[in-house]
């Protein structure tokens, strides 16, 4: 009976794999196809083709054997490729993936960035609460344990305070904040800001900073709740010295019930949820 279940999981996993490759291969259809029609307009055909190459180095990424199942069964849901794309990431591209967890998007970022650029998958040191130091070695643990597996040669596994990253000022072309803000926004605006103002000074000139989160209601409970409201995100990052250059409904989910918390088995992880793209204030 063991084996039996073993077996169904395992052609559960290949079948939702082999729906995401499908769907890989349609988004690397229509981004060449964009994009030569681009070229012919803008008269960027090198730019162009990078851009497709980083978009089939993702999608491939994303159907390797050397891949986690739990991440690809989080695929759908996710959509990472088309969320790298929002990214909008140079070729040879340096990026902080903060609170990186077991790497889920480390891995992809570290193909998008191609072979000359570098991944920092920064995991928080422990603190005093017993819960969370399980927590932080067991994810941490599965991230190394990725990274030797798929040879991740690119990708850096950070242990630092958030506070203290051991990045080079002004050397990042992008910073991702997935599903993170709010537990620094639902205890103080302060903090929160003084977490981007943080960020902002590990970026180039021209680096984005790229937040996703679980949105929530202005009149509800959001720190239980794990979520915070769009508006809230924009007004911490403008306070902290960013604008507002592009949103996204990509990961929208008008189903989602917000006054559950992001946790309930009822949502399956599948909430509605915000994507922004900052940049620096000039």
Do not use: W
């Not at 344990?145 to 990708?155: D, G, H, K, P, Q």
């Not at 203290?164 to 072309?173: F, Q, V």
């Not at 009149?219 to 911490?236: C, F, G, S, T, V």
């Amino acid at each position: 009976m063991k084996n039996s279940r073993q077996l169904a999981f395992r052609a559960a996993c290949r079948l939702r794999a082999a729906r995401c490759l499908i769907a890989a291969r349609c988004l690397i259809a229509s981004s060449v196809f964009f994009l030569t029609a681009a070229s012919a307009q803008d008269q960027q055909p090198s730019a162009n083709l990078a851009q497709a190459d980083q978009t089939l180095r993702i999608t491939s990424a994303m159907a390797a054997p050397t891949r986690a199942i739990a991440h690809v069964l989080r695929d759908e849901i996710r959509r990472p490729a088309e969320v790298i794309q929002f990214m909008r990431l140079p070729e040879g591209a340096r990026v902080l993936d903060l609170y990186a967890a077991d790497g889920y998007y480390s891995y992809l970022l570290a193909a998008a960035a191609g072979s000359g650029g570098r991944v920092f998958a920064q995991n928080p040191i422990a603190t005093d609460n017993l819960e969370d130091v399980r927590q932080m070695y067991s994810l941490a643990d599965a991230l190394d344990e990725r990274i030797a597996i798929a040879a991740l040669t690119t990708v850096t596994h950070v242990r630092s305070d958030f506070a203290a990253i051991p990045i080079d000022s002004g050397s990042l072309d992008a910073i991702l904040l997935a599903q993170i803000l709010h537990d620094f926004a639902n205890s103080t605006d302060a903090g929160a800001i003084a977490l981007l103002q943080q960020l902002g000074t590990l970026l180039k000139p021209d680096g984005a900073l790229i937040v996703i989160d679980h949105a929530g209601d202005a009149n509800q409970d959001n720190e239980r709740l794990h979520r915070m409201p769009i508006e809230e995100a924009k007004r911490i990052a403008q306070a902290a010295g960013f604008s507002l250059e592009s949103e996204s409904a990509l990961l929208a989910n008008p189903r989602d019930q917000r006054r559950r918390p992001v946790f309930d088995p009822m949502l399956a992880r599948n909430t509605d949820r915000f994507l922004l793209r900052f940049v620096l204030s000039p």
